[in-house]
């Protein structure tokens, strides 16, 4: 299974030294069995910390992450399997 995770910026860090380049939604992909598990990865990979705990809204996970340079909005879903993915 696969989650699409949605990365949204809540703040930035005033310290950041590359302003000139904006900050806005970035989108990834994560293998994984489960919301819990693509989350653990994500947070591990992008060395950010958990604040507070994840939300789930249907198929949707939703947690906050702080890194040095923002606080981000995680908005994780579960990818459709086409055919041939689901064969295996």
Not at 12 to 29: I, L, M, Q
Not at 52 to 67: C, V
Not at 76 to 83: I, K
């Amino acid at each position: 299974m696969r989650f699409e995770i949605e990365k949204t910026p809540l703040s930035e860090n005033s310290a950041r030294t590359d302003v000139a380049k904006p900050v806005g939604v970035e989108f990834f992909e994560v293998p994984a069995e489960s919301a819990e598990a693509a989350l653990k990865s994500f947070i591990s990979r992008d060395r950010t910390q958990l604040l507070g705990e994840q939300m789930t809204l249907g198929e949707e996970t939703l947690a906050t992450i702080r890194r040095d340079d923002g606080t981000f909005l995680l908005r994780l879903s579960p990818l459709q399997e086409t055919a041939a993915e689901s064969r295996g």
